[in-house]
Structures are given as C-alpha cells and as structure tokens.
C-alpha cells in the first residue's frame, strides 16, 4: 500500500514509462529498496526528494503543490535550526511548539494565512 506521496510519485513513474531504478537515479543514486520503503510510507520522505522530483518531471506549480502538501501529510516532526535565527525569531518559534496543540482553528487559519503571504490575514 502506497503512502499519499507514494501515490503520486508512482502515478508520474508511470505516466513518465519509469521504474524504481530510475527514480532511484534521479534522487541521487539510492538503492531501489530505500524507494519502495519510501513510497510505501515505511521510512520518512527526505526532504530534497520533493524538489528533484519536481524539476524531474516538470511539474507546474498546482503539481509542485499537491506533492509538497502530500509530502507534509507524511511527516511526523519539523526541524528548525535554532542557533541560525535571531532571538526574537527562536522565541516565536519555541511559543509556537508550545502552544500550536491547544491553538484554535481560526487561529491556526489566521497564522497559516499570515506564513502564506495572505495580508488578510494580519
């Protein structure tokens, strides 16, 4: 059974006639194995994946879109480098860690439109 992002990579493999050796070129050389446990939501998603495989198969932005967000869905943590950002920035940050189980709906709508770019939503 294929993970959401799984889902859609092996939906471009096919339409694009390739198979696990190839992608596993594409991404760098792994081995077949460490895409299939990939695909199939087994081992986590490595990052830079979703960016070659954009570029790869030349996806339009919706695309890119729809890969990112199933990307997400996929992931259980997020890193933030905490020692490369101004204190303010650390601060906003760990409040955020903190307080982002108990945070509203509307208020969870209001922040993502803010990190989105959406004016609106100041």
Sequence with gaps: ????F???VRKLMIDNDETLVDLAKVLGGVSTAFVSAVL?????VP??????????????HKEQN????AYLSQRSYVKIDLASIPAENRTVAV????????????ALASILAILEGDDNGL
Excluded: N
């Design 1 to 4: 059974m294929y993970s959401s």
């Design 6 to 8: 799984g889902k859609m």
């Design 40 to 44: 199939t939501g087994k081992k986590a």
């Design 47 to 60: 990052e830079h994946w979703v960016s070659a495989i954009c570029e790869h198969y030349h996806l339009d």
């Design 66 to 69: 729809a890969l990112y967000s």
């Design 95 to 106: 409040q955020f860690q903190r307080k982002l189980p108990g945070l509203s709906e509307e």
